[in-house]
């Protein structure tokens, strides 16, 4: 199972990037994905999450309506599309997965990392003028 981020960079305040989460050894279908940053200094983040096990998607309140988690089945690939961005946005970014499911029942908590049991390498978001 892994995972590789990329699509990271520099952006001005009030820009865009769109990150890409590529997944090989497992299926969308069967597990919950997360995005995570860490800003130096600080703890690790979820900001979005998408689980086709309990069909929805999960946005903390400081990057709803900016910020659109969404998959490619076909390319076995999530991605964050980060419109808005502002300086707060500033991070190194990581996908992870999850279990979709426990003992058959769909499952997911999205916002605590160690519920995560693969994750893949940052990608670095800057975003300054």
């Known amino acids: 199972v892994q995972l590789q981020a990329s699509g990271g960079g520099l952006v001005q305040p009030g820009g865009s990037l769109r990150l890409s989460c590529a997944l090989s050894?497992?299926?969308?279908?069967?597990?919950?994905i997360g995005w995570f940053r860490q800003a130096p200094g600080k703890g690790r983040e979820g900001v979005a999450c998408i689980s086709s096990s309990v069909g929805r998607t999960f946005y903390k309140d400081s990057v709803k309506g900016r910020f659109t988690i969404s998959t490619d089945n076909a390319k076995n690939t999530v991605y964050l599309q980060m419109n808005s961005l502002q300086s707060e946005d500033t991070a190194v970014y990581y996908c992870?997965?999850?279990?979709?499911?426990?003992?058959?029942?769909?499952?997911?908590?999205?916002?605590?990392?160690?519920?995560?049991?693969?994750w893949g390498q940052g990608t670095q978001v800057t975003v300054s003028s």
């Open positions: 050894g497992f299926t969308l279908e069967d597990y919950n």
């Open positions: 992870a997965a999850s279990d979709g499911a426990v003992d058959g029942v769909p499952y997911v908590r999205p916002w605590d990392p160690d519920d995560y049991g693969y």
